[in-house]
């Protein structure tokens, strides 16, 4: 089974409509990094349903130390999102990540002790 895994910074106090829009970035930025790296395997995520998890960290800190552990072993696929800063947030605020679609056995091990958004 694969899934994707969309992580956004509960700290920032998005509206729940924003929260939306980063994480819709940072899901179509992984999905187009993911595509580039094997198209075999989102193929297959595809036909699965294309699971996604929405989960959260407390920081910009805990968000950066994620997308560099994950940088080192996913050869590229996660997506750093940094807002436009139109709306809720000054720009280039760091507000999620995206990561995969990846294996669910590979990707479990970095984010399984962060709670659901």
């Not at 929405?54 to 950066?64: G, I, T």
């Not at 994620?66 to 605020?93: C, H, S, V």
């Amino acid at each position: 089974m694969y899934k994707q895994i969309i992580v956004v910074r509960a700290d920032l106090k998005m509206g729940r409509g924003k929260q939306v829009a980063q994480g819709s970035h940072a899901c179509l930025e992984a999905y187009k990094k993911a595509l580039t790296q094997d198209e075999e395997m989102v193929a297959e995520w595809e036909s699965q349903g294309m699971p996604k998890i929405v989960l959260k960290v407390n920081s910009e800190k805990e968000l950066l130390d994620l997308f560099e552990k994950l940088k080192r072993n996913f050869q590229g696929y996660p997506a750093l999102i940094k807002d436009a800063g139109r709306t809720q947030i000054e720009p280039g605020t760091i507000t999620c990540l995206g990561i995969g679609p990846v294996r669910e056995t590979e990707i479990d091990k970095f984010v399984s002790s962060l709670k659901l958004l």
